[in-house]
C-alpha cells in the first residue's frame, strides 16, 4: 500500500495535465527505508513524447547525489499516460530498476476513469496495490499502526 | 590508484551489498572488467554486444561517458564513476 498525502497526488496530476499530450514524470523522494514519500522533484522528459518518458541523465544524477547526500532514496517514481490506462507497459516493466520504489501512474485520457494507479515492479513481476491518501499528521499514525 | 565506482541500488545484490567500489584502471572499460572480477555478473548488466546498454547511465565525474568517449573515456586517481540505471518507460 502507498501511503500519500492528497496535495502530493493533486501536484502529480496538474504536473500531468500540463505536460499532456507528453508523458509526465518525475519521483518523490523520502527517507531511506521510511516509506514515507515527501520531497517532490519533477524530471525533464528528454523523450519528449506521447509513448515514452526518460529521464534526462544529467538531471538524474544531480538528483540521486543529492538523495544519496540527504539520507533519502525515490520512495515514489511517476509518470503519465496520455493515451492508454494508468498501468504499466512493457517498457515500464523492462526497465523498473528500483524495487523499493512505488510505480504511479496517472492517465490523462478522458476515457480512462481510475487515473491514477500505484504498482510494485520486482524482478518483472507487476503487482497493483491500494493509495491510502491520507493528511501529513495522520500518515505517520497510520504506519505506525501498520507496523503492529 | 583508487577510483570509486558508486554501486546502483539495484546492482548491490552482486557487490555484497557494497554502495561503493574502490578499483584501479585507465578507461571505463577497465573499470568494468575489474568490477567484473570482484563481483562476477556485473558486467552482464551493463553491457550489451560490447556496448553501454541504451538504458544505463555510466558518468566519469559529472559527466555521461555517451557524451565522452564511452567504454574508452579515461578515468583518473581520485576520479568517481557513477552507475545509474536510466528513468525511463512508455
Ligand atoms: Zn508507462
Known amino acids: ?148 | 590508484m583508487a577510483i570509486t565506482v558508486n554501486i546502483p541500488t539495484i546492482l548491490r545484490p552482486l557487490t555484497d551489498n557494497q554502495r561503493r567500489v574502490e578499483l584501479s584502471g585507465a578507461t571505463v572499460q577497465d573499470i568494468i572488467e575489474n568490477l567484473e572480477q570482484q563481483h562476477t555478473g556485473i558486467k552482464e548488466k551493463l553491457l550489451a554486444d560490447g556496448q553501454v546498454h541504451q538504458f544505463i547511465n555510466i558518468y566519469v565525474n559529472d559527466d555521461d561517458i555517451r557524451f565522452s568517449d564511452g567504454l574508452a573515456t579515461a578515468v583518473k586517481e581520485g576520479d568517481s564513476v557513477t552507475i545509474l540505471p536510466s528513468v525511463a518507460g512508455g
Open chain 1, 1 to 148: 500500500m502507498l501511503i500519500i498525502t492528497p496535495r502530493l497526488i493533486e501536484v502529480m496530476i496538474a504536473q500531468a495535465r500540463k505536460e499532456h499530450p507528453y508523458e509526465t514524470c518525475g519521483i518523490i523522494a523520502g527517507v531511506e527505508g521510511s516509506n514515507k514519500p515527501k520531497r517532490l522533484i519533477p524530471m525533464q522528459n528528454v523523450a519528449q513524447s506521447r509513448t515514452f518518458f526518460q529521464f534526462d541523465s544529467k538531471q538524474q544524477l544531480q538528483v540521486w547525489r543529492e538523495m544519496t547526500a540527504r539520507g533519502e532514496e525515490p520512495i515514489v517514481i511517476y509518470h503519465s499516460h496520455t493515451d492508454s490506462a494508468a498501468y504499466p507497459s512493457r517498457e515500464d516493466v523492462l526497465y523498473a530498476s528500483e524495487p523499493q520504489a512505488h510505480y504511479l501512474i496517472i492517465s490523462t485520457t478522458n476515457t480512462h476513469s481510475d487515473s491514477v494507479r500505484s504498482f510494485r515492479i520486482v524482478n518483472g513481476t507487476v503487482t497493483e496495490e491500494r493509495i491510502k491518501q491520507v493528511a501529513e499528521q495522520e500518515a505517520a499514525l497510520t504506519m505506525r499502526l501498520e507496523m503492529v
